[in-house]
């Protein structure tokens, strides 16, 4: 499934306020879901996403699908394409009375992080090349979320933030959060690679006993 969107100056914290006003009914699909947030930007979009990972809000079972809409976006960011959702996973339902608390919370979160970006360090974010690394970076920190470990401290709350940096910082041309973002998924990486040792280390001694 296609869709495609308008880019606009709309911040985060008023297109949460238009999607809350929008919804309707007991449930709304992804891509109902994407249609309202959709032609404010799908970088305002991805960010949204991040909400059940940062706060301590909860909606079940959204790792894998939130994880694989992020990934799709940051493949649409890196080749600069339309978004292209499977019918399964756009027809994927989240129900209102958990959705409108985690976007409210969400409003209340954004108010202050976008009164700390401006336009900074536009080298990292203003050009197709910069752009297409951006992108797959964020692709990278997408995959990431969608490893099942949620069990595991920090492993969704790490490249969450990742991701969030890097949407803000494209959205704003805010090259300071481009770098933040970076170092989010650097530090992700250098987290789920101890996690790995250990599992490994921790294998290797049971077998030898």
């Known amino acids: 499934m296609d869709t495609r969107f308008q880019d606009t100056?709309?911040?985060?914290t008023v297109a949460l306020k238009r999607t809350i006003d929008a919804i309707q009914g007991d449930s709304i699909t992804l891509q109902q879901l994407l249609v309202l947030i959709g032609e404010h930007g799908l970088l305002i979009f991805c960010a949204i996403l991040t909400i059940p990972f940062l706060l301590p809000v909860s909606i079940p079972g959204v790792s894998t699908v939130f994880g694989l809409v992020i990934i799709l976006i940051g493949v649409s960011v890196t080749f600069n394409r339309t978004l292209w959702l499977p019918e399964r996973l756009a027809q994927h339902r989240l129900s209102r009375e958990q959705l409108v608390p985690v976007l409210t919370k969400g409003i209340q979160f954004f108010t202050r992080l976008e009164s700390?970006?401006?336009?900074?360090?536009?080298?990292?974010?203003?050009?197709?090349?910069?752009?297409?690394?951006n992108g797959l970076a964020l692709t990278a920190a997408g995959i990431l979320l969608l490893f099942p470990l949620s069990f595991v401290p920090f492993s969704n709350t790490l490249p969450a933030v990742s991701i969030l940096f890097f949407a803000l910082g494209?959205?704003?041309?805010?090259?300071?959060?481009?770098?933040?973002?970076?170092?989010?998924?650097?530090?992700?990486?250098?987290?789920?690679?101890?996690?790995?040792?250990?599992?490994?280390?921790?294998g290797q001694s049971l077998l030898a006993q």
């Open 9 to 12: 100056d709309v911040t985060l």
């Open 116 to 133: 700390w970006t401006r336009i900074r360090l536009r080298q990292l974010t203003e050009t197709a090349l910069i752009n297409r690394i």
């Open 170 to 202: 494209m959205l704003q041309r805010d090259g300071i959060f481009i770098l933040l973002g970076y170092f989010a998924l650097l530090l992700t990486v250098i987290y789920f690679g101890g996690l790995a040792f250990l599992l490994v280390w921790g």
